[in-house]
């Protein structure tokens, strides 16, 4: 299914081992953004034969895997998309599961974000988030804010549309209250009004579970991305297939539409 992707994986980092791979991106320029799909949590549960929560749980532990590999690689921003303006048609039992992840995360994870410098950040629109699920994310927030290491953006109740669109509207009210005039807007004067707002754009995407979609994620951030795409599901990703990820990264020629 995804043979004509899989051509463009790079042989050479299979056959070596993690620590290898790992020492071999180190040496070229990483990518500065890596945001990931993290994608097939439920397909994971239901193969074995549990419910799609259980997928969920597993999917946390590599949350905090990948977290602390990006770390390691000094990346710079790490952006995964936890739950999507969309999620909210899932069943309430799952929805209410996801909901109580980050407030688990809280206890289990916190102490060691701080302690490794990390900084964490939500996009997405927290307002319609249960109470004390939106106190544990604040807490994140908060605790983390004054941290200058890795950054970490949980994308929560976050669409790339409904972004654009409150980017748009913030902007035709600084017009209108002549905050800022017509002639100001550029490229670089609109990502200003994105959620990402200061961070640079996303170098690399990566999203598991063999689908070949970006499902609503960072449209406008995204335009010049490198894809990466694995049939691995979520609760099965791996330092090392982040290291293989960012190894065909640095094997791709990116041009931005300019000839070398
Ligand atoms: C997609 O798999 C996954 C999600 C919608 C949720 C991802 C969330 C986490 C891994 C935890 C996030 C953690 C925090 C702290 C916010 P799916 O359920 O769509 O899988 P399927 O396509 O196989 O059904």
Do not use: C
């Not at 439920?42 to 532990?61: F, Q, S």
């Not at 999620?87 to 209410?96: G, I």
């Not at 980050?102 to 990390?118: A, C, G, M, S």
Request: zero cysteines; a positive charge; aromatic letters at 8%.
């Amino acid at each position: 299914m995804l043979d004509s992707i899989k051509r463009f994986v790079n042989p050479a980092s299979s056959s070596k081992s993690t620590e290898e791979i790992m020492s071999k991106i180190m040496k070229a320029p990483l990518p500065q953004h890596i945001a990931i799909i993290m994608d097939g949590n439920g397909r994971w549960a239901k193969k074995r034969g549990l419910p799609r929560t259980a997928g969920h749980a597993a999917g946390m532990i590599r949350v905090r895997e990948v977290i602390r590999a990006a770390d390691e690689l000094g990346i710079k921003v790490l952006t995964l998309y936890s739950f999507s303006t969309e999620n909210w048609k899932r069943p309430k039992q799952e929805v209410e599961y996801l909901m109580k992840l980050p407030i688990q995360f809280l206890k289990t994870d916190l102490q060691e974000l701080v302690d490794r410098n990390v900084r964490v950040q939500m996009l997405g629109d927290l307002s319609a988030i249960p109470p004390t699920t939106r106190s544990a994310l604040h807490e994140f927030v908060e605790r983390t804010q004054n941290n200058s290491g890795l950054i970490v953006n949980f994308a929560i109740n976050y669409g790339a549309r409904d972004e654009i669109m409150s980017a748009i509207h913030q902007l035709i009210d600084d017009v209108h209250s002549g905050k800022i005039t017509k002639d100001q807007l550029d490229e670089s004067f609109f990502h200003q009004y994105l959620l990402t707002r200061g961070l640079p754009d996303p170098d690399l995407v990566i999203r598991t579970s063999g689908e070949i979609r970006i499902s609503n994620f960072l449209l406008w951030q995204i335009a010049y991305s490198e894809l990466w795409f694995t049939e691995v599901l979520w609760p099965d990703f791996s330092k090392r297939l982040l290291y293989q990820a960012i190894d065909e990264f640095q094997n791709r020629s990116r041009r931005y539409g300019a000839v070398k």
